[in-house]
């Protein structure tokens, strides 16, 4: 069985495998300087069984290195190696090792060893010595290479292993033709079709899809200070009055002057010191400098700054350092390079936070215009279900999906209703559900999207709007109610607390985002390691809580929080991530690559 590979790198790896004794060696010795001759530019990695040593006795690099010194690196002008003492319990992986090479001097990695890894492998086979073949229990074999003896599968490419221009001939083709493997979402709206049975069944992306489709952005607007603007939608592309910077200034505290001067050497005649807020008026002549804080504007004359710490100055005579290394135009940060007069700052559909306010401000805008705050109502259902703050009745719970499901949508800019606990009786839903559809532009309730009989929603709302109650291929949170009331979009959420946050996440949220005008969001999805073999059901999307961190390796890595019951509120706050598992996968093994969800700016 092979193991896990991840390859790092933008460029192809390929193996040679074969038993001992088959010749790797000796045939890569013969292929390298053919696939040289071609012009291939070569890494090769080759795995050892036993200690070794690549230094001399008595060199002082390898003194050092018995010394103590954890890394060597030894440089002449020809070559460079570096040395790495690390005892470990194992050998070091593969992606470990080959994140050392520098990729962009090398157009393909060739690997000797490492059969187990499930990374794309010429075999090598020799049918005298008896020996099996790997390409029956490895699907990564892309070849073998043997003699006229062996007999080989017809669809499989048969290279002659004494032939070393034909073997080379293969090995320039795979690199030519190698392209990364494409990127497959675990949810991709891209290729998910409008489901025409809403009812049972549907994928995630087909229900976000068909949500989506209901949806219609709010055409009201209005104009907004600026201390009031956080998470607001703006409405129309916002246009800067002015210049950013407003003015050609410096970057540096130092000395200014004309390029045209450093050709001569000579000190300059400092003339004038210029600060941030204030000016020099006159022009400054060949041979003159001024002394120029950071955010000053430059003078007229002025086209190049040096820092200070590389100038000398004696007597208001300035020398300018390191002179063969002054460039034109240095330092000097021009009129509108980062946003320029009546461009586009901000453009329609942004969702405004710290970064867009600070830019607002820059411009001297006060106010923006914005997309009206949708308004969400939410309620609760069930006699089972008591307000915190109040006794706890016998065999109920204290209401928690209300307030996480109201922290979401504020944190999403909405303004919100709060219908409280409706009791489950048909009158008292009704009444509720027709108000809210009057005030608010999406209703949410958590529970009553079962199939108990003491559910009445599904009743209500088939005598006063629309409804689909649904059955999503995910976990947790498989039912799922969608409709309409009036003009209203209703969300009828599960009643388990980790289903209802992982439901608003994934239809909620797309929603509410396009009804505010950000047409153009997608979900965040972002690659990660698995730290732990991931258990998961094809078929359906699996979401798991899970604790994502940046490794020692520079690569995201992720673990899951645990035990993933749907009740176990405490996972959404000790985690910080979905891991989202996809339809097609019933596990993710330790190492593999998995696509998590941060959710904290909604949670």
């Known amino acids: 069985m092979s193991c896990v590979f991840n390859n790092p790198l933008s460029i192809p790896v390929l193996g040679f495998c074969a038993y001992s004794g088959t010749g790797k060696t000796t045939l890569l010795k013969q292929l390298i300087p053919e696939l040289n001759r071609r012009g291939l530019r070569l890494a090769v990695i080759k795995h050892a069984h036993h200690n070794f040593d690549v230094d001399i006795p008595g060199k002082d690099s390898y003194e050092m290195r018995k010394a103590g010194a954890k890394q060597m690196l030894v440089a002449s002008h020809v070559r460079w190696a570096l040395m790495t003492e690390e005892a470990l319990d194992s050998d070091p992986s593969l992606p470990h090792l080959l994140k050392q090479i520098e990729a962009d001097k090398v157009d393909i990695v060739l690997v000797e060893g490492f059969k187990k890894l499930a990374l794309p492998k010429i075999e090598l086979h020799r049918a005298s010595h008896g020996k099996p073949f790997i390409h029956t229990h490895d699907d990564n074999i892309v070849a073998i290479a043997c003699c006229d003896e062996t007999q080989t599968p017809r669809e499989l490419t048969r290279l002659d292993l004494n032939n070393v221009g034909q073997i080379a001939d293969f090995v320039v083709q795979y690199q030519q033709n190698w392209q990364a493997p494409e990127v497959i979402l675990p949810i991709d709206l891209a290729s998910a079709e409008t489901p025409h049975n809403v009812q049972q069944g549907l994928s995630v992306a087909e229900g976000i899809k068909h949500i989506l489709s209901q949806v219609s952005p709010i055409n009201d607007h209005e104009m907004v200070d600026l201390d009031l603007l956080d998470n607001r939608v703006l409405a129309s592309d916002c246009i800067s009055p002015v210049n950013v910077p407003q003015y050609t200034n410096s970057a540096m505290d130092g000395y200014g002057f004309a390029y045209s001067d450093v050709a001569s050497a000579a000190p300059l005649q400092v003339v004038a010191e210029v600060l941030a807020g204030h000016g020099y008026d006159n022009v400054v002549q060949p041979g003159q400098a001024v002394s120029i804080m950071t955010g000053a504007p430059v003078p007229q004359g002025v086209d190049t700054i040096q820092p200070r710490e590389l100038c000398e100055i004696q007597d208001n005579q300035v020398k300018l350092l390191d002179a063969a290394s002054i460039k034109i135009g240095q330092h000097v940060r021009l009129a509108g390079e980062d946003i320029a007069l009546n461009a586009v700052a901000l453009s329609k559909g942004t969702r ?84 809210a559809s009057e005030q608010a532009d999406i209703i949410i309730s958590s529970g009553g999207v079962s199939v108990g009989n003491a559910d009445y929603i599904k009743t209500v709302l088939a005598k006063i709007g629309e409804i689909n109650f649904w059955r999503i291929n995910m976990r947790p949170g498989r039912p799922l109610a969608v409709g309409k009331i009036n003009n209203s979009l209703f969300f009828g959420l599960p009643g388990n607390p ?45 979401f798991l809580r899970g604790i994502y961190h940046i490794a020692g390796d520079g690569q995201v890595h992720v ?15 000790t985690g910080n991530c979905l891991i989202v598992i996809g339809e097609k996968d019933d596990h993710i093994a330790q190492g593999q690559r998995v696509f998590i969800q941060p959710f904290a700016a909604v949670l």
Do not use: H
């Open 559 to 573: 673990s899951s929080t645990g035990a993933q019951g749907s009740g176990m509120l405490s996972s959404m706050v």
């Open 352 to 435: 405004l936070a710290a970064a867009e306010l600070g830019l607002l401000a820059s411009l001297g805008c006060f106010q923006a215009n914005v997309v009206k705050a949708p308004t969400v109502a939410v309620f609760s259902t069930g006699d089972e279900v008591s307000q915190p703050g109040e006794p706890l009745k016998p065999n109920c719970i204290y209401d928690s999906n209300r307030y996480t499901i109201k922290a979401m949508a504020r944190k999403l800019g909405c303004n919100i209703i709060d219908l409280g606990i409706i009791e489950d009786n048909e009158t008292a839903l009704t009444a509720a559900l027709l108000k």
């Open 498 to 542: 980790v289903a209802v946050m992982v439901s608003f996440l994934q239809f909620v949220q797309p929603a509410l985002r396009k009804l505010a005008g950000e047409q153009t969001w997608q979900p965040q999805y972002i690659p990660a390691i698995a730290d732990e073999f991931l258990r998961s059901k094809t078929g359906r999307t699996e």
